[in-house]
């Protein structure tokens, strides 16, 4: 049998906001991840995480930064401060009293980044649960996002809004079981874990990504699935060798990152990675 040519790979760099571990520990536990009793470095996390910066400046992303606040440890992790689409920032609203003050400090952030911000109602941890692909949205919800949240970006935005019910505490938010690796409408792909769904939520991403990566269980845990793609580069977890073969094999080309320190919290290269999309022309047009 012939093998298929896998799909063209095209690289489209992206436009990130980052937030310094400056003040990351472990202090509370939100997750099965954290320990509070297990020592955190946060010299170590600063310099693994300024790795992650400068591998996306290679990549020719552009890279903003929002001023870490002491008290907010978990702040490291932007890609649970909102959510960007078109140009719209739908606001956080935070599941855990501890990381409440982070949707404010966003949304100051959004609002001065020029971006229409929209004040979230329901409780949502952002870009940690919507993952954006084609004109999908992928909602997690189960742990930290509400089906109500799923409902309100639904109604914010022009995408079909896909709910996905997690199951595993270890993987409490999308983004730890899940990777969109090609976001572009009618080349679609993602990766994920199938033990995080429910069956419902499994026979849903079958149907709709039928050639989807399905990750091992080795590789998620090392957080494999919490990557960037820019469409060519996959960054991801540096230990995952095996999810950087099945990358390689279907033409990507995975960017391995050590971020040991942070999955000590529960993050890992998402995690730290808010997506900043800015508004599409056909939004423009119909302003
Ligand atoms: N300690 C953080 C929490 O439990 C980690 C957040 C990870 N972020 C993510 N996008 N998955 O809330």
Known sequence: MPV?????????????????????????RINPWMNPD?????TRAIAQWETLVATYRELGFAV?????????????????GGTVVDGMAYTANFAHPQRRPEAAAHERW???????????????????????VGNMILAGTGFRCSTAAH???????RHEVVPLTLVREDYYHLDTALAVLDARPGAEQIAYLPSAFDDASLAE???????????????????????VSDGLHVVTAHGATRFHAQLSSRGFVPVGIDLSELLLGGGGVKCCTLEVRPASMAREAAA
Not at 38 to 42: L, R
Not at 66 to 77: A, Q, R, S, W
């Open 4 to 28: 298929p040519e896998p799909p063209a790979r095209a690289a489209a760099p992206l436009s990130v906001l980052m937030c310094r571990p400056t003040y990351f520990t472990v202090s509370y």
């Open 38 to 42: 297990h020592p955190t470095d946060t």
């Open 64 to 80: 903003d930064f929002i001023e870490p606040e002491p008290g907010l440890p978990d702040m490291v992790f932007a890609a649970n």
């Open 110 to 132: 959004f609002a001065a980044a020029g971006l229409e911000v929209v004040r979230s109602v329901e409780v949502n941890e952002g870009e940690g649960d919507f993952l954006v």
């Open 151 to 157: 409902d309100e970006v639904a109604r914010l935005v």
């Open 205 to 227: 991403l079958r149907r709709r990504f039928p050639d989807a990566i399905e990750a091992s269980e080795e590789d998620a845990a090392v957080f494999a699935l919490n990557a």
